[in-house]
């Protein structure tokens, strides 16, 4: 392969990206040399040496601990469990939690043959037994996988003196109750507050 195969080669590996996306991409990069491609491959070498595992919580940083781990300020006693880095950085865009997380790295899965051993569980368990740890939310996905991997999490933690919560479920926000699918709408109702 030459130089330019390989690019496109790579890149249309990339979700979300095909052979004809990555053409493109290609030449957009090709004709923004100095502005684009040298900087993008100097980011994605310098990305690649530095971003680590945090040895505490399991999302990706340069520094280990993570950024987040080592944030004084943040709330050590919740500890919000997701199934994967994206879903810390879903959750910092909101802005909305101000705890610390815990990334799995994965999902229970029968199917797939993902058992507790692949993921980041033991972590878990230990972080969830400090004694400033008061809170572990269970972010998993409304999926079959998400919900047998939270109820698994559950079950390890049930010694522990913590409340095991999860998000809540319902109307999305500018939803319209017509578009609602019907497990959807069944769990907004269920979950219903007074006003
Ligand atoms: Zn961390």
Redesign the pocket.
């Known amino acids: 392969m030459d130089e330019l195969d390989r690019v496109m080669h790579y890149l249309a590996k990339l979700p979300g990206l095909g052979p004809r996306s990555a053409r493109r991409a290609v030449l957009h990069l090709l004709r923004k040399r100095e502005t684009l491609m040298h900087p993008l491959a100097d980011a994605l070498g310098a990305a690649a040496e530095a971003v680590r595992d ?1 040895s ?2 399991g ?1 990706l940083d340069a520094s280990d ?2 950024h ?2 080592k944030d004084e300020s943040r709330d050590g006693s919740v500890i919000c469990v997701v199934e994967d880095v994206g879903d810390v950085w879903a959750l910092e865009r909101a802005g909305a939690f101000k705890g610390r997380y815990h990334v799995l790295g994965g999902l229970l899965s029968a199917l797939d043959g993902v058992g507790p051993d692949d993921l980041n569980l033991d972590g878990l368990i230990s972080r969830s037994g400090a004694p400033e740890v008061k809170e572990v939310i269970l972010a998993m996905d409304a999926t079959v996988d998400g919900q047998t991997t939270a109820h698994y999490i559950s079950d390890r933690l049930a010694g522990l003196d913590i409340s095991i919560t999860r998000l809540a479920r319902g109307v999305p926000v500018g939803g319209e109750l017509d578009f609602l699918d019907d497990g959807t709408l069944t769990q907004a109702l269920k979950a219903r507050r007074a006003l």
């Open positions: 945090c505490v919580c999302n601990p993570c987040i781990c």
